[in-house]
């Protein structure tokens, strides 16, 4: 009948059938054992330590002071230039950051 | 409204995936997506292999790990139009081509003395070393078949997937992986047969 396989190729669908099962006999990959809580790992957000924190306020205080004392005798209008263009640039930096860190 | 937290952890193994969604884009759940990445890890793994191939096998535990850390961050915008399986698929699929588009150049070799020390059945050296040609031609050859056949090819012979879990990880009708075998099959038949071999 038109339409239908003819023996021939139904033959040849069987053969191709067992070689394919006889090609591909290579034993099948398994995830490793530590899948699971690696994956959480990295979407956990992550948190500083109670050090990591100190060490980061100790940084800021002392960069606050530093930029004070270095800027006692600049005119207002430039530290207010300063700070117009470091900010946009600096939260910038951090969204960046952050995207690369979850690795979006 | 959020869903509200079940009692103990282990009752979200019981939940609809639906549920679980909903419970990390709602309240940020991590046992929520623990379980979704502990339902899924390993269709998405055989899905990604299946596209790689047997070379390139390692690179789908990173392919897996890719898919569930970009659902993680899609789940916001994950609206419910599709199913969540179909949709974390979709995602498997299209990362793991990436990736074969990547590494496909860094191919292993495999020479003849080593084909020739496969082992074997059969005892005549000649009909042993062609064996091992056709099968390894018939490897090659897969190689060069729609991506869609390749997968289904691997998932079935390789991996011994059912037709119906092949359906649910490409997303098509079951009659439409036994077409994809089928047709993968005869052209398979017809480049063997060009390049000398036959099936038997």
Known sequence: MHGLPSEGSMHDDEMMDAL???????????????FDARVLRRVRPRRLTPIGRAVIAAYVVVAVAATLWLMRDVQTTWIV???????????????????????? | MPPSAPADAASYANRADEWLVERCRE???DAAFAELVRRYRGPVF????????????????DVAQDVMLRVHHALASFRGEAK??????????????????????????VSDQALAALPTQDRDPYDRLHNDRRQQAVLALIEDLPEVYQSALRLHYWLGESMSDIAVLLDVPENTVKSY????????????????FDAR
């Open chain 1, 20 to 34: 394919l099962r006889n090609a591909m006999t290579a034993d099948a990959p398994r995830l490793s054992p530590g």
């Open chain 1, 81 to 104: 230039a300063a700070v117009a263009i470091g900010t946009p640039v600096a939260a910038a930096a951090s969204i960046y950051g952050r995207r690369l860190a979850v690795g979006r």
């Open chain 2, 27 to 29: 309240s940020a759940d």
């Open chain 2, 46 to 61: 055989r899905l990604a292999v299946s596209i790689l191939g047997q070379e390139f096998a390692p690179d789908a535990e």
């Open chain 2, 84 to 109: 969540f399986s179909s949709w974390v698929y979709r995602i498997t699929f299209n990362q793991a081509l990436n990736v074969k588009a990547r590494v496909r150049y860094r191919a292993p070799h």
């Open chain 2, 181 to 196: 075998l089928h047709r993968a099959r005869r052209l398979l038949h017809a480049r063997l047969a060009e390049r000398g």
